[in-house]
């Protein structure tokens, strides 16, 4: 094991998140302007803000479908089976990470809720079996020990605030990334993040063109139409802040949200051939391709009036081209999947292989790999 300075390992203030209030708006489909795998960090800084802690800004007019984030993990820990075991791989890792690494982490925001009772009792008993030592090389004990065990937990804290999974190296794992650390929570996001496999890089896309000075915002959240009493539950139990943004404290902005919600619970009722939901909410269930395609097809432009220009969108309209396929309309098929990719390019960027295919290998790949349901 690797000595460790305690000198070194110094800390700063975390940075703050709280809710931003940037506006979302509706945008059209573009070619995307995808920047290299490298970190596009011209394009994008972080500042100090205000309200909100830390935040991520535009330098200049980014284009729609930009890439402006590029990183590999500041730390990479395996996934775990259980609660005990993320913490003993995350002190194995943390305490082997060069000091400049540590001192990034310990800048990064934490949020206290995520700490469960039991982690510090936890993080004691991996020291009892574990030998750490000092940059002299002497094994820590009593008062050193313990002040080592407090940083210990606050950057486990700050891991479990920031980290977001991946597969890297074929090895799932979480990671926390310090530029992408920044990035505040709008529930009208205007950059989407994801893992991207091919570069091995978490890789941050604008879904609109952006201006200078605007700043940068994603979701924290899974699903883009959830209400707003759900989303402002989780976004204080899991981030400790209260949104305030434009979706949160505009009430016309929920009745569309909760709407897409029945909707989407309609059509997994439809594809799963479950009529539970539509009987729970007294309504009538989808009964055919036709209608699954008139749904989904509503679904997706309630979405993009809305804003929503997502992932879940991307797959609405890949379902949008498998039923004119099983209808046999193979040019509105063509249409819908052409702007399924188009807006998949702008959102991840073009490496991954599917995204090198024009729209007649993608028709064969959606033809080839999806069974038609409820024929």
């Keep these: 094991m690797e000595k460790l300075s305690l000198e070194d390992h110094a800390s700063s203030s975390p940075a703050g998140v709280a809710s931003p209030g940037a506006s979302g708006e509706e945008i059209a489909t573009s070619q995307s302007n995808t920047a290299t795998a490298e970190q596009p960090d011209t394009m994008v800084e972080a500042r100090n803000t205000s309200t909100m802690g830390w935040g991520l800004f535009a330098t200049q007019k980014i284009p729609q479908g930009t890439r402006i984030v590029s990183e590999e993990p500041l730390i990479h820990v395996p996934d ?87 597969i890297a190296n074929k090895q799932v794992g979480r990671g926390v990334y310090p530029m992408f650390s920044r990035i505040n929570h709008n529930c009208l996001p205007n950059a989407r993040y994801g893992w991207n496999d091919t570069i091995q890089r978490l890789t941050v896309h604008v879904n609109r063109d952006i201006e200078k000075d605007e700043q940068i915002f994603i979701s924290y959240l899974p699903l883009a139409y959830d209400a707003r009493t759900k989303r402002v539950k989780s976004l204080k139990e899991n981030w400790g802040f209260d949104c305030t943004c434009d979706a949160c404290c505009n009430p016309l902005s929920d009745p569309p949200r909760i709407q897409m919600g029945i909707m989407s619970d309609l059509l997994t009722s439809y594809e799963n051939k479950d009529d539970r939901f539509p009987r729970l909410m007294n309504m009538a269930p989808i009964q055919s391709r036709e209608q699954a395609l008139e749904m989904t097809t509503q679904l997706a432009k309630l979405m993009r009036s809305e804003g929503l220009i997502t992932m879940e969108l991307v797959q609405l309209y890949k379902s949008c081209s498998q039923y004119c396929m099983w209808l046999e309309n193979m040019d509105e098929a063509m249409e819908y999947a052409e702007k399924a990719l188009d807006i998949e390019r702008c959102l991840i960027g073009p490496e991954t292989q599917h995204l090198d295919e024009n729209v007649d290998g993608w028709m064969r790949v959606l033809a080839g790999h999806v069974a038609s349901p409820n024929a």
């Design 80 to 166: 775990p089976v259980y609660r005990t075991q993320l913490i003993e791989r995350f002190c194995a890792v943390a305490l082997e990470l060069p000091n400049e690494k540590i001192v990034t982490l310990s800048r990064l925001y934490c949020n206290p809720n995520v700490l469960q009772k039991s982690d510090s009792g936890d993080i004691l008993e991996w020291y009892k079996k574990n030998s750490v030592t000092d940059a002299n090389g002497e094994e820590l004990k009593g008062k050193k020990r313990q002040e080592h065990r407090k940083k210990m937990l606050k950057w486990f804290g700050i891991f479990c605030t920031n980290f977001t999974g991946h």
